[in-house]
């Protein structure tokens, strides 16, 4: 029997056994639900080839995307107190915090890095979605700080792009005082004469919109985005009103004033170069041009000098 069950039974399961398949090669596109590949769909930078949709983008590919030859370096955020108020809810703050750093290997939900853009130096500070949400606790609030003094320092244009449900509900009042914070940060960028540009993806909502955020020189949109402070559904229930079609989309914004331009991601990395050189070499508003001289005696109705 021994040599049946330990020699023929294994070699037949193999043979039977179909080779197994990641179950991660197709993904589905949340708006018009069509299966894409999924190296098709990192080739076309998470967007779906059907209907235009913006998936969100992992921060490093999207810090890749922005930069010269995808080359960037990260520098460190200041480590603050953890968890300030000792919260703690259905679980620990200091749990949760701890459980967000193990699934993106990430200190918190912001990320600051600087390289070249066009061959223009560039600091950007990118949230991350997936680190609770990209909330603005304090330590978002420092990196914010991190990222402006940078800019200053070398000179370079403040580009934010935040991912983000707003306040970091766990530190309260704390959380709250990073809308003035950030707020001051980018006036900082601002006062140096800095250009400051932010790039608002799918959501910007809560405290995040509030603040810093809407503050840009020029204000970038992913297309669909969700930008807004209040959740569409509460203000439904609020103004008892049925909300029109778009409210709270990169492009309502648009139509209605709040946002400059939406743009497509691949055309992301072009539209920031021109627009950071526009703010960076403004040229005059005509070109000053010498008329010649008219010959004496002939004035072509210019008032004579004698
Ligand atoms: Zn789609």
New binding site residues.
Partial sequence: MSWLTNFVRPKLQALVRRAEVPDNLWDK?G????MIFHRELEAALRV?S????HMRLPVARRLELLFDEGKYQRIELPKGEADPLKFRDRKRYGDRLREAQTKTGEQDAVIVAHGAMGGMPAVIAAFNFDFMGGSMGAAVGDGLIAAARLAVLQESALIVIPASGGARMQEGIISLMQMPRSIIAVDEVKEAGLPYIVVLTDPTTGGVSASFAMLGDIAIAEPGAVIGFAGARVIEETIREKLPEGFQRAEYLRDHGMVDLVVPRAELRDTLIRLIDLLRHPTPPAEVVNLPVPPAGETHGQISAS
């Fill in positions: 596109c708006q018009c639900g069509q779906c059907h209907c235009g949709y």
